[in-house]
């Protein structure tokens, strides 16, 4: 049952005067007057508290709102009632009215920058809407403090597009005029507020992500168009026009056989591309690019509204594929192992090398370091940004070798990769091809190969395109060429085209001086890598090694280190730790004359300088050469050794 304004002032007197609480007050109005009575609030102030306020800050708010209110003000013109604006803390922004009742509302401070909040005016309309979050109306002696009974206010919170309090709506006027109708009006302007605020939001989003596609476009290093169903363009990232030196002019609403002369790219059919190879030919220069293509279909509903065209240079592709697939030199000078005289030459005449454009034939014995020579090289030259692709030449089927050095297109032989393959000579171009055992290549192969050299151009397998390449030639071989030239096996005039920069490298066994570095840089890394102290090295076990002959050269003697130091359980190497070839005399014919104790020998001194260094304990001598006190009595026993 509604309670009349006299009955209202009733129970306000009894709160204010007696802390006595009517059972027939309204709920809401009961846990306002508490709030009110706990925050201090006093009921007889004569007017409202004025603080400064920042307007624009508030500009968005104000303009969304301004014709709103001005509607609503429009309804209720002549009747005495305010349309009025705050803010989230309850501050008044703008007020709207006639001429009377703004005057009245200036006498109690009700003005801008007015703080209307439940905390410093007790339960009003603005204040409490706040408090609360939800629509109210607050009538005659409701209100907290007095100066406001004599109005009646309807107000209800404005909430941005998150559903945080940005603002109030209150429409205050006579107590006498109070209609439950009018909390409707401003509850409905509220929701009209914020369904432009929502608008507004979506808009400056819509344009915030359109900003946000052109920069993510625009960085990125494919090229990229966007087209409707009828192949009409609306979209062309920067990087598109770049690749295909087309001017900044506007490429929307031109259609894509405007563009390109390709009907693979331009037509529907098929609607969807994947990895696709193309020589596209741009109009109107009729440039041709060699590029990777895929076209997406974009749907809307199921139905296609257009596609998505990304363009990719094959030589960056390329590029990217080298590093990831390990296409890359990574041995430098700074690499090489070595303090030999003889090395020493070979590495400046690989630095000259390095320095010019020309190919280069490495010879030497297998194991020598050929490639590493070759990586080296690479690194030191103009090329060392781009790939570097080796290939064995003997490693690859004859009938294979060519579908590997030259690419094939789709079809070219059964078994073919649908859409064909690149060869190595396209995968290294800009940089440099490295042809390992080249001596091991065929005869009808080698024709081949000399016209690409030659005509600095490839045509794959099956194909009709001519390819240019610019690659540099780094051949390798075991072999005597020259002999082989001279017995019919290899083409002399391939030969002179690769034997243009020749650089022989020496045997180990040559520069045996190296080997105790090349122990010392095989063990640190070898240790690093497992993460082991480095042991120590006695001088038996570097004079063994320098007594054989290294067949094998240093690939040899890179794996009998890592094979030692596999076996090793001991903090020191010896040459008791060497396996048995390295005494063989079928592997070295100086070995016997020049090592003066044999395996066994060597064995029988590690026990008894085991034996000194720990002054005759069994123990401690056994755990000195990492073996088992039993295995140790045994070798004693074995060379009748006495201590």
């Not at 597009?161 to 302007?189: F, Q």
């Not at 609306?234 to 690749?243: D, G, M, P, T, W």
């Not at 390109?260 to 030919?281: A, G, K, R, T, V």
């Not at 509903?301 to 030199?329: P, T, W, Y």
Request: charged share 25%; glycine share 6%; net charge neutral.
């Amino acid at each position: 049952m509604a309670v009349t304004s006299e009955q209202v002032k009733i129970m306000w007197e009894k709160f204010v005067f007696h802390n006595e609480l009517d059972p027939d007050l309204p709920p809401m109005i009961r846990d306002s007057w508490l709030r009110s009575k706990k925050a201090m609030v006093d009921p007889f102030r004569p007017y409202g508290w004025i603080k400064e306020i920042d307007n624009e800050k508030y500009r968005s708010l104000i303009d969304w709102s301004l014709p709103l209110m001005e509607g609503l003000y429009s309804i209720v013109k002549g009747s005495g009632f305010l349309v009025i604006l705050c803010n989230e803390n309850g501050q008044l922004l703008l007020s709207i009215g006639d001429r009377e009742p703004l005057a009245r509302a200036e006498e109690i401070g009700f003005i801008a920058g007015a703080d209307w909040s439940e905390q410093v005016m007790g339960t009003n309309a603005i204040g409490t809407s706040i408090a609360i979050d939800r629509p109210i109306q607050v009538f005659a002696e409701e209100h907290y403090t007095k100066i406001c009974q004599s109005w009646t206010c309807s107000a209800a919170p404005i909430h941005d597009p998150d559903g945080r309090i940005i603002g109030v709506l209150n429409m205050s006027g006579p107590y006498e005029k109070v209609h439950s109708h009018t909390l409707g009006m401003v509850v409905s302007a509220v929701k009209a507020i914020e369904y432009q605020l929502k608008l507004h939001e979506n808009a400056e989003k819509n344009v915030m992500m359109q900003r946000f596609l052109e920069a993510t476009t625009n960085n990125m290093k494919e090229g990229i168009l966007i087209i409707d169903r009828d192949g009409k363009i609306v979209k062309a990232n920067n990087q598109l026009k770049k690749l295909f030196r087309i001017p900044q002019l506007q490429l929307e609403e031109k259609k894509l056989d405007d563009l390109f002369n390709d009907p693979s790219i331009c037509s529907n059919h098929p609607l969807h591309l994947q990895n696709q190879e193309l020589h596209l030919s741009v109009k109107p220069s009729n440039a041709v690019h060699h590029v990777l293509v895929d076209k997406i279909p974009i749907y809307e509903k199921k139905e296609r509204i257009g596609s998505m065209i990304i363009v990719k240079e094959i030589e960056k592709v390329r590029q990217f594929v080298n590093h990831l697939s390990g296409n890359q030199a990574k041995i430098t000078f700074a690499d090489m192992i070595g303090q030999h005289p003889c090395f020493i030459e070979k590495m400046n005449e690989a630095r000259l090398a390095a320095a010019t454009d020309s190919n280069v034939l490495i010879l030497g014995e297998s194991g020598t370091g050929k490639e590493m020579v070759a990586q080296a090289i690479h690194n030191e030259s103009k090329r060392r940004n781009k790939p570097f692709i080796a290939i064995n030449c003997g490693g690859i089927p004859r009938d294979l070798l060519g579908s590997e050095l030259f690419g094939y297109v789709d079809g070219a032989f059964t078994g073919a990769k649908k859409g064909g393959s690149a060869g190595k000579f396209e995968l290294a171009n800009g940089g440099t091809l490295f042809l390992d055992e080249i001596g091991e290549m065929s005869l009808e192969m080698q024709v081949l190969l000399l016209r690409v050299i030659q005509e600095k151009e490839v045509m794959r397998i099956g194909g009709h395109k001519v390819i240019p390449v610019d690659v540099r030639i780094i051949a390798a071989t075991n072999k005597d060429l020259r002999r082989e030239v001279q017995k019919g096996s290899f083409r002399e005039d391939l030969f002179f085209r690769l034997n243009v920069m020749p650089i022989v490298l020496p045997p180990l066994r040559e520069r045996k001086e190296d080997i105790p570095l090349l122990v010392r840089h095989f063990i640190e890394r070898l240790a690093h890598k497992r993460d082991k102290p480095f042991p120590e090295i006695r001088s038996d076990f570097l004079e063994a090694l320098m007594q054989y002959d290294w067949p094998g050269n240093i690939r040899e003697l890179q794996n009998i280190i890592e094979r030692v130091l596999n076996q090793c359980t001991k903090p020191m190497l010896t040459a008791a730790d060497l396996p048995e070839e390295i005494f063989q005399p079928s592997c070295s014919s100086q070995v016997r004359e020049n090592v003066d104790i044999s395996r066994n020998e060597i064995k029988k001194q590690s026990i008894i300088e085991a034996l000194k260094q720990c002054n005759g304990n069994i123990s401690k001598a056994a755990r000195y050469l990492g073996i088992s006190r039993s295995t140790f009595y045994r070798q004693m026993d074995k060379w009748n050794i006495r201590y």
